[in-house]
T-cell receptor, first 106, second 113 residues
């Protein structure tokens, strides 16, 4: 059974800091990886996709993929209170982790 | 470009009743997905379509659940003989073909009493 593991948190960081969110997965053959943001009471919103080993940057967000170690991470630079949400990792598109709650405090 | 829409947004039903939900994807998206989400958990995959073909269905999905996408546009998800454990948010998402970059609808919240 394919599994995706995330630390449920909550992860609390001060405004302006770097938030680091991690995800590990069990299916070594997985080829596509995604990060979604979900605000309380809302549906998930796609923020990043990554397919190759290494880093992918988009604005304040950087996704990192290491297929050999089977982990994918999301870094949020200059964290803002508006970044406070649950961050979901999805592997091979269909399998989601339970999410990590991020709180950015002023 | 309108996003993914779902109807109804809320549904309260009594145990044992059948319910049907509708999802309209983004118009140019070929793929359509159904998920179920409970509080504190990530979305749980139920099934997905590419055009009208149902490509994958979760092995965890009870036979009481069925989904259709008859003309490759909107989709319906039916739950027969609902149980209290079916209470959840039912999410629909869509994507272009050959990608899993999904865009989610607002969800249908089901409460079974």
């Amino acid at each position: 059974q394919k599994e995706v593991e995330q630390n449920s948190g909550p992860l609390s960081v001060p405004e302006g800091a770097i938030a680091s969110l991690n995800c590990t997965y069990s299916d070594r053959g997985s080829q596509s990886f995604f990060w979604y943001r979900q605000y309380s009471g809302k549906s998930p919103e796609l923020i990043m996709s990554i397919y190759s080993n290494g880093d992918k940057e988009d604005g304040r967000f950087t996704a990192q993929l290491n297929k050999a170690s089977q982990y994918v991470s999301l870094l949020i630079r200059d964290s803002q209170p508006s970044d406070s949400a649950t961050y979901l990792c999805a592997v091979a598109g269909l399998t989601f982790g339970q999410g990590t709650i991020l709180t950015v405090h002023p | 470009d309108t996003g993914v829409s779902q109807d109804p947004r809320h549904k309260i039903t009594k145990r044992g009743q059948n319910v049907t939900f509708r999802c309209d994807p983004i118009s140019e998206h070929n793929r359509l997905y159904w998920y179920r989400q409970t509080l504190g958990q990530g979305p749980e995959f139920l099934t997905y379509f590419q055009n009208e073909a149902q490509l994958e269905k979760s092995r965890l999905l009870s036979d009481r659940f069925s989904a259709e996408r008859p003309k490759g546009s909107f989709s319906t998800l039916e739950i027969q003989r609902t149980e209290q454990g079916d209470s959840a948010m039912y999410l629909c998402a869509s994507s272009l073909a050959f990608t899993y970059e999904q865009y989610f609808g607002p969800g249908t919240r089901l409460t079974v009493t």
